[in-house]
């Protein structure tokens, strides 16, 4: 990756710079872990409307985050009726339930998967949430109910321009789609995988071998990253081009994938955003 993080995109744009709305589903996260579109934050004019079923947990992601940002107590799928999995570490609760069998293969991953209580909920379309509407970023991190969130999601999705979602490349909750499965959804409508980001498995506990980085051979889920296609690019208007740009700037250090978007601003506006950006990547 080319390190862009110390060219200051958002002054180099001045009062051009794109207020960006970010969609974030399944928000909560470990303070060790900085969450994905941290970047973006630094800029005031960014706003988050997310999602996270545990009032508690609500109420501790709308004081951490401040008034500005929207956290909602909802259970975000496809509007229908399902059972809600609340397991003993509450980042691995889900609308499905755990596969404690696919699971007890691995080290370190059952023990954090028990469930605890099962609940009659209500799912949510993002479609039906008007402060969901116009994102121009949407996270998910939903423990494998990925596809009931896009089912739920094709309005909400014709504004956005990258998605970042954990994906699972084994079933480890029953009936889940993998990869392969939110790869073609997310085809279908209209955006084109960029990269993988943290993968993450765990060491088979018949191995004998402790569980650690260097005896992980199997990969069991990690982030992907979709973006709008470079095909689609000069049908975007010139305001989500520079939002496109920042995004794949601040997050995921793309600088040819901003540069080229530069570029076809630059044509439309008669700006010079290009060659600022490539002088300040070169020196």
């Known amino acids: 990756m080319t390190n862009t993080r110390k060219i200051d995109l958002v002054s180099m744009f001045g009062v ?50 401040g008034p500005v940002h929207k956290f909602f107590p909802y259970v975000i799928g496809d509007g229908g009726k399902a059972s809600f ?59 494998g109910s990925e596809g009931q969130v896009l089912a739920g999601a094709r309005m909400c999705l014709d504004s956005v321009l990258v998605v970042h979602t954990e994906v699972e490349f084994i ?16 085809r279908a409508r209209g955006f084109l995988f960029h990269r993988l980001l943290n993968p993450e498995g765990r060491t088979l506990r018949e191995s004998g071998f402790l569980d650690s ?24 208007s010139s305001d989500r081009l520079i939002k496109l740009a920042t995004i794949l700037h601040l997050l995921y250090d793309s600088a040819d994938f901003c540069a080229c978007l530069l570029a076809i601003y630059d044509r439309r506006e008669g700006t010079d955003f290009f060659k600022k950006y490539t002088d300040a990547l070169r020196a």
């Open 171 to 186: 079933q480890i909750y029953e009936g889940q789609p993998t990869f392969c499965d939110i790869d073609a959804m997310l």
């Open 213 to 236: 980085e260097s005896t992980r051979s199997q990969q069991l889920w990690a982030d992907a990253v979709y973006i709008r296609p470079a095909t689609s690019w000069t049908a975007l």
């Open 85 to 143: 999995y609340r397991c003993n570490h509450t980042m691995t609760s889900s609308l499905l339930q755990p596969d404690l069998e696919v699971m007890g293969r691995f080290q370190n991953l059952p023990e954090f998967c028990q469930v605890v209580e099962v609940s009659d909920v209500t799912t949510v379309r993002l479609d039906d949430i008007p402060e969901a509407q116009g994102a121009d970023y949407l996270k998910l991190d939903v423990q």
């Open 16 to 65: 051009l710079a794109p207020s960006l709305r970010i969609v974030d589903v399944g928000a909560l996260f470990r303070p060790e872990v900085p969450v994905a579109y941290a970047p973006l934050l630094a800029d005031k004019r960014t706003t988050v409307v997310g999602f996270e079923p545990a009032r508690a947990d609500c109420d501790l992601l709308n004081r951490m985050f």
